[in-house]
């Protein structure tokens, strides 16, 4: 079992009191809480708008409930630590750093080398290779440096390689001034700074198949090199920002594909972790509700890489509200876990429930691969019905289904709610006598929630 938090119990138990949203679930049924029960981080960035104190309370009550691991959006990128030559400014990342040791959680640092958000000043070396790497090697020993034994992990090299054929990025300040020996560069400098921090290349569309023709498996060879020559990298980062499937007619990626880099890379001993996540639809169009409910399963296939890869920790989302998201510059809208009013969308639940119910693959329950079904059947005819999670109250609630009856024992009175595995709430009565009648629900598994006073109790059932 992964064993990877410094968490209190205090802080998971935050509620979102005050947060102001209502959600199906429980205050205390957070994603941080049950990420944390499976040995992973699940985060989001803190958005630039959040450094300069403009977003409302409710924004950060939201992500520090929610999530254990957090990254800044901009606030560590070069432009913003080191603004001109040798004179640095720690400011906003000394604040998300505070921020996160307040709430329990882990940091990522946000990108040491990249051919983008470079101050100007840099490029007036660039035909000076000797000049570039000194001027690389110091902002390194810096900026790790101040925040050694504080920033978690860091992504070393961002986005080295290019969109379309599987070669380096030519247009890069630092390949063009020094080679793509500043990426091995890098690498060995910032481990130099901060021995205990984990390591990673990070880039996107490394979800489009790991074959010779794409960038991840251009990646791949060159993570064989750099772990053969002994260079101090630890993992992948998958940005991962996909457009929804059906919307993106030249959609080439998928979750099988970055399960498969997955698992290339534990053969080398190299994590892979999801570092930037959404989920776009193009903008301009209609975004209807079944539209986010299949989002909210292509999230959820995304974490499943994450959950059952054991090389595969962390599952990181590049925002929290649509209100607040890149993705307008990209073309496309809503593709994040949470709406414009911080109201939780399908893909919270979907994410949520599959943390709660998530059994190691040794489990006899089968998975649920498939991305478009409303309901899991159980195919292997064993006893589904897996107690997920209970709260005591006085007197213990208990459930068992029989046929079309569910039947509740413990509580007098108690509200019933059934949700399907991907989290939508299929159906909500209260039962006064005992037993409820499960009609008009098709065959398959659900999650059935019953709460009596404080009691709480959340069960797989299945109706057969
Ligand atoms: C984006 C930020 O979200 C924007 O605010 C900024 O204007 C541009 O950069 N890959 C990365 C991130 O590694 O740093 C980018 O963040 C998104 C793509």
Redesign the pocket.
Known sequence: MRNLFPVSGLVLSVALIGAGFVSTFAADETLRSYAEKNGIYIGA?L??QWFGGGLPSQYEQVHKTQFNIVVA??EM?FDATEPSENRFNYNNGDKMVRYAKQNGMRVRG??LA?H??VPNWVNNYKNDKKKLLSVLKNHIDNVVGHWKGQVDEW?VV??AISNNEPQWRTYSVWYQGIGPEFIDSAFVWAHAADPNAELCY?D?NLEQGVNPKAKAGFLLEQVKRWVANGIPIHCVGS?T?VEDTTTDKHFIGSPDSLRSLARELAKLNIKLKI??LDIGFKSGINVSKSDLERQGQTFRQYLDIILEEPNADTYLI??VSDKWS?LG?LNRQKGLIYDDNLKPKPAFDSILVRLQNFEPPQDTVAADTTANDTTVTDSTGLDSTIVIRQTAGPGSVTMHVAGRTLFIAGAKSAKVDVFNMQGRPVFSTKCEKGSIELNGISDGLYMVRVRSGSASLVQKISIK
């Open positions: 960035i958005n630039s959006e901009n990128k946000h990108a990249w983008s958000q992504d961002n986005e990070n996107y940005q920002h570092t930037e590049w925002g890149w510059g």
